[in-house]
Each structure stands twice: as structure tokens, then as C-alpha cells.
């Protein structure tokens, strides 16, 4: 089991920019596979970006795609998610998560581990 915490949310305008953060402690950072995810009022979970273990290979739902950049650092434990252009219908609370993906989608169920999520506001 690893611990995670996210930071970085905030309120910004449309058009603006926010740089997630998500440390992660505990097991071997390097074995996980990292995700972000997002869940607004109403609405169910949704995979916004992930990254694999080493880092080469990153994914993104297409509402996200050129906006947004996922990057992690081993040497540091830590799991990025930059966000520019960002949209009202970006406002979320936004999830990191830990897990291996066992097919092509990243399905939350096989993230084990998730931090506590970090409040991002969109204004219009």
C-alpha cells in the first residue's frame, strides 16, 4: 500500500493554468502505474490522465488532450498533472491514483490506492 496527497487545486479563470501535485509514500513508487482522475457534483469518476511505470507512455481522455500534461518523477515520488486552457467543465475534484492497468482503459478499479482528493474551480 502507498499513501498518496494531492495539491495544487484552487480557483482559477477560464483560459487559466493549475499544476497538480501528488506525493506519494510507502511502497515502491517506481512499480505503479499513475493516474489522475476527476469527479464532478452529480457525475461518476473519470479518468482525465495516466502515465506508466517508467513514465514513457502517457494517456488522455480527449476532452483533456493538448491541455492538459501528466509527468512523474521517480527520483521524487511525485506524480504530476499540468493544466492550461482550462474550462469551466474542468471544475472537479481531482484524484491521484496508484495501481497496475491490467487492459487499455484506465479503470479505476484497478487503482488500489487514491489520495484524498483536491478541489479545482473553473470561473467563467
Known amino acids: 500500500q502507498v499513501q498518496l496527497v494531492e495539491s495544487g487545486g484552487g480557483l482559477v479563470q477560464a483560459g487559466g493554468s493549475l499544476r497538480l501535485s501528488c506525493a506519494v509514500s510507502?511502497?515502491?513508487?517506481?512499480?505503479?502505474?499513475m493516474g489522475w482522475f476527476r469527479q464532478a457534483p452529480g457525475k461518476e469518476r473519470e479518468f482525465v490522465a495516466g502515465?506508466?511505470?517508467?513514465?514513457?507512455?502517457?494517456y488522455y481522455t480527449d476532452s483533456v488532450k493538448d491541455r492538459f500534461t501528466i509527468a512523474r518523477d521517480n527520483a521524487k515520488n511525485t506524480v504530476y498533472l499540468q493544466m492550461n486552457s482550462l474550462k469551466p467543465e474542468d471544475t472537479a475534484v481531482y484524484y491521484c491514483?496508484?495501481?497496475?492497468?491490467?487492459?487499455?482503459?484506465?479503470?479505476?478499479?484497478?487503482?488500489?490506492?487514491w489520495g484524498q482528493g483536491t478541489q479545482v474551480t473553473v470561473s467563467s
Open positions: 491514483a496508484a495501481g497496475s492497468v491490467r487492459g487499455t482503459e484506465w479503470d479505476p478499479a484497478d487503482f488500489g490506492s
Open positions: 510507502g511502497r515502491s513508487f517506481w512499480w505503479y502505474d
Open positions: 502515465i506508466s511505470r517508467s513514465g514513457s507512455s502517457t
